[in-house]
């Protein structure tokens, strides 16, 4: 089928990334158009990534066809429940990760935003564990106790 194409290079002058070539079935886009709408999929893509890094898209164990219709949805609910939490709440909670190689970092990404939401849920469970239990001075005593509730 005959289709015009419109087409645009990219080439690093100063850095060493490899010439890219970005293209557009929409011929009446300028070549401005058609990067800053590839750009736009970069926060699909991560968001892809990030679902099936953190939370099992990857590799989902579904056998019966209605698991499957329903394993990538919810995932992307679980995703941005994630979000809208940290963006709502979480922000105050999260604690800048000491890493001596990426010292520079200020924004969270999702895995510390995921890292928050469960530091923050496994507080809440110990923090009700320990006034129903006997009071423990020290964090290792508590951790102990729950050790022996497990068996």
């Not at 490899?18 to 999929?41: A, G, H, K, M």
């Not at 941005?80 to 709440?89: F, G, M, Q």
């Amino acid at each position: 089928k005959d289709r015009l194409l419109r087409f645009v290079l990219s080439q690093d002058t100063v850095g060493g990334r490899p010439t890219r070539i970005f293209y557009s079935t929409d011929v009446s886009l300028d070549p401005q158009e058609i990067l800053s709408t590839f750009s736009l999929r970069w926060a699909i893509e991560v968001t892809h990534f990030d679902c099936k890094q953190h939370l099992g898209l990857e590799d989902p164990a579904n056998r019966v066809p209605k698991a499957v219709q329903r394993t990538a949805p919810m995932a992307m609910f679980l995703y941005s429940l994630t979000i809208v939490w940290y963006a709502t709440e979480g922000h105050a909670e999260w604690l800048i990760p000491d890493r001596p190689w990426y010292w520079w970092k200020s924004e969270p990404s999702f895995a510390d935003m995921l890292t928050t939401l469960r530091r923050k849920s496994w507080e809440d469970k110990l923090s009700k564990v320990s006034h129903a239990a006997t009071p423990h001075d020290d964090s290792i005593g508590l951790l102990t106790y729950l050790a022996t509730l497990a068996g």
